[in-house]
């Protein structure tokens, strides 16, 4: 597409963000070191299909928790680990140093365009508002189990709630399934944030930064 033909300045209020992979990255994220850590603190890991087990119940977690502490209790009971509050405190210290993100180099340049922004994500809301990105942008997260992207509701529910159409929104995230095709269909103009050149086929709108917002935004300045 070229963005040369495109004036999306003079129609666009609404940016909407995901969150992971596209304003922040995981400082550490060793899947090997993690599992080891939990077998340590006595979480029966044994084989392939129970790291996957413990994985996909803790990305469930990871999307409806209100604190650590909620998802340090909720994996402890889940897996039947001691739950003793010396036992619950440990674990929310230990995941507070493990599990942690930074902020892209380019997400203040980003948020400095004059538009509203909104961050669509299927993260707790306490590990993104330690971004401190709530005080700029309109945080929505999942409500309930089921309520996750790529549901077009949670797309609705952003325009629904800031009382903005789809011509007047665009969509910046690291997903085609997840973020792109969904916004899509609702007719939201979407682009393709793809840091490390893992879609090199992708034909539509795409950036490898979000400092590259401003081109197609305000083409020819």
């Known amino acids: 597409m070229n963005i040369k033909n495109q004036n999306f300045s003079q129609q666009i209020k609404l940016l909407i963000f995901d969150f992971w992979g596209t304003l922040a990255y995981p400082a550490k994220n060793n899947p090997e070191e993690f599992y080891s850590f939990l077998r340590n603190f006595g979480f029966k890991i ?13 990305s469930k977690l990871m999307c409806f928790s209100k604190s650590w502490e909620n998802l340090s209790r ?31 180099d380019d ?7 004059p538009f509203e922004k909104a961050i669509l994500t299927d993260s707790a809301s306490f590990l993104v508002e330690a971004s ?48 792109l095709v969904p916004a899509e269909k609702l007719g939201i103009k979407s682009i393709l944030i793809d840091r490390e050149n893992k879609f090199p086929s992708y034909t539509e709108l795409k950036i490898n930064s979000l400092n590259k917002l401003k081109d197609i935004l305000y083409p020819g300045l």
């Open 46 to 58: 044994r084989n392939k299909e129970e790291e996957q087990k413990l994985s996909s119940f803790f």
């Open 132 to 179: 401190g990105l709530q005080k700029e942008a309109t945080l929505f997260i999942p409500a309930k189990p089921g309520g996750l992207k790529p549901d077009p509701k949670v797309f609705l529910k952003v325009l629904n709630t800031l009382k903005i159409k789809p011509k007047e929104t665009i969509m910046v995230g690291d997903s085609i399934r997840r973020d």
């Open 74 to 104: 909720d994996l402890l009971k889940e897996f039947k680990v001691n739950t003793k509050e010396d036992s619950v405190l440990l674990l929310i210290n230990s995941l507070k140093e493990k599990i942690v993100f930074k902020l892209y």
């Open 107 to 113: 997400v203040e340049e980003a948020f400095g365009l």
